[in-house]
Structure formats: structure tokens, C-alpha cells
T-cell receptor, first 109, second 117 residues
Framework: GQNIDQPTEMTATEGAIVQINCTYQTSGFNGLFWYQQHAGEAPTFLSYNVLDGLEEKGRFSSFLSRSKGYSYLLLKELQMKDSASYLCAGLDSNYQLIWGAGTKLIIKP | NAGVTQTPKFRVLKTGQSMTLLCAQDMNHEYMYWYRQDPGMGLRLIHYSVGEGTTAKGEVPDGYNVSRLKKQNFLLGLESAAPSQTSVYFC????????????????FGPGTRLTVL
């Protein structure tokens, strides 16, 4: 089976940097996805990692360490519009996404 | 392109009533999914489909049925609604599901907020 863990809630300040961690335990692993979900809206794709290392996309970066079963999403130069939930999802051995409960990120001015 | 659309957006049912949620996608995706999302829990897969005419059970299939008669449509039915089925329901689609990790990216509809009294 697969288990995805991430913090329930985090708070950060506008303009700062925040790192949202995700750990996974899986009997088969094919990749790690990050999605953003604003309150009352649908999840939208941010990034995925297959190999170890950092993937950068503008203000957002995602890191993966397969040996440690660990990923993080790094958000730089935080803006108020980044207030949302961030969902971590692992792609299991059957190529199904297994979702974490999400981390609610609160940005303060 | 509209992407993934869902109808209705909101619905209130009484216990025992039935209803069908409709999902449509215009991206020619093979795979389609129905999830429910409850507070404090991750998205949980109800049923999914790997192509027209095929469906399979997900993590929480009890109390739901699905059909995929056309490639672009995926219907979720509740035969006899229960208060435990109060949730937000999301439909999603992906190009496929396999070794090409990019193809596993799921595109979501706006959701249906269902309340069962």
C-alpha cells in the first residue's frame, strides 16, 4: 500500500519563502505530484518529480529524494494569492495517484 | 476548450433519493476518475475508467455506480443517498496512466457540492 503524509497547516509571511514537506511510504513508486487547490475550487497541477533532485518552475520548486521517501514544495516570494491548500500525491505501482490530505497554507501580510 | 466540466454544481438530496452526476471532458483523454473530498482527508477515488465502456472500483466504491458509454462522458450515480455521502465530488481525466509520467497528470472539473439530509 501507500501512505502520504504532509502537515495540516502552515503559516508564512508575504514575500517570504516556505517549504511544504511530504513523506510517502509505498510498495511501488513511480513519481510524486504536487497540486494547488484554492478554497472552493478544483485542484490544479503544479509539478511532478520522477528522479531525485530539484525541479524549478518560476517561484515554485519541487524536490524529491526517493531513497528517503521525501519530497518538498518550495514557494518563493510569497504572494497573498498563494494562500491555498497544497496536495501531495504519489503515483503508485499501478499508476494511480494516492493523495495526501493537503497542507493549508496561510499567508499573512 | 472547456476542459473538464461537471453538472450540477450544487445539490441537496434527502436520504434515500437517487441522482446522477455528469462529467464531460473535451481533451480526448482515455482515463477518467471520480473522487470525493472530505474535510481533513485526501481525495479518495470512488471509481475510474480506462476507456469507453470500461469501469473499475477505486478505494471507496460502495453506494456508487458509474458508466462510461461515451469516451468524453463519465457518470456517477447514487442509488439511495445517505448522509455519509455528503461531500464534494470531483471528476478528473488524464491522457493515460503509465510509464510516461506526464500522461498521468490529472485535470479536474470544478466539483459538485452534495448535501444529503
Amino acid at each position: 500500500g501507500q501512505n502520504i503524509d504532509q502537515p495540516t497547516e502552515m503559516t508564512a509571511t508575504e514575500g517570504a519563502i516556505v517549504q511544504i514537506n511530504c513523506t510517502y511510504q509505498t510498495s511501488g513508486f513511480n513519481g510524486l505530484f504536487w497540486y494547488q487547490q484554492h478554497a472552493g475550487e478544483a485542484p490544479t497541477f503544479l509539478s511532478y518529480n520522477v528522479l531525485d533532485g530539484l525541479e524549478e518552475k518560476g517561484r515554485f520548486s519541487s524536490f524529491l529524494s526517493r531513497s528517503k521517501g521525501y519530497s518538498y514544495l518550495l514557494l518563493k516570494e510569497l504572494q497573498m494569492k498563494d494562500s491555498a491548500s497544497y496536495l501531495c500525491a504519489g503515483l503508485d505501482s499501478n499508476y494511480q495517484l494516492i493523495w495526501g490530505a493537503g497542507t493549508k497554507l496561510i499567508i499573512k501580510p | 476548450n472547456a476542459g473538464v466540466t461537471q453538472t450540477p454544481k450544487f445539490r441537496v438530496l434527502k436520504t434515500g433519493q437517487s441522482m446522477t452526476l455528469l462529467c464531460a471532458q473535451d481533451m480526448n483523454h482515455e482515463y477518467m476518475y471520480w473522487y470525493r473530498q472530505d474535510p481533513g482527508m485526501g481525495l479518495r477515488l470512488i471509481h475510474y475508467s480506462v476507456g469507453e465502456g470500461t469501469t473499475a472500483k477505486g478505494e471507496v466504491p460502495d453506494g456508487y455506480n458509474v458508466s462510461r458509454l461515451k469516451k468524453q462522458n463519465f457518470l456517477l450515480g447514487l442509488e439511495s443517498a445517505a448522509p455519509s455521502q455528503t461531500s464534494v465530488y470531483f471528476c478528473a481525466s488524464s491522457y493515460s496512466a503509465g510509464e510516461a509520467v506526464w500522461s498521468n497528470e490529472q485535470f479536474f472539473g470544478p466539483g459538485t457540492r452534495l448535501t444529503v439530509l
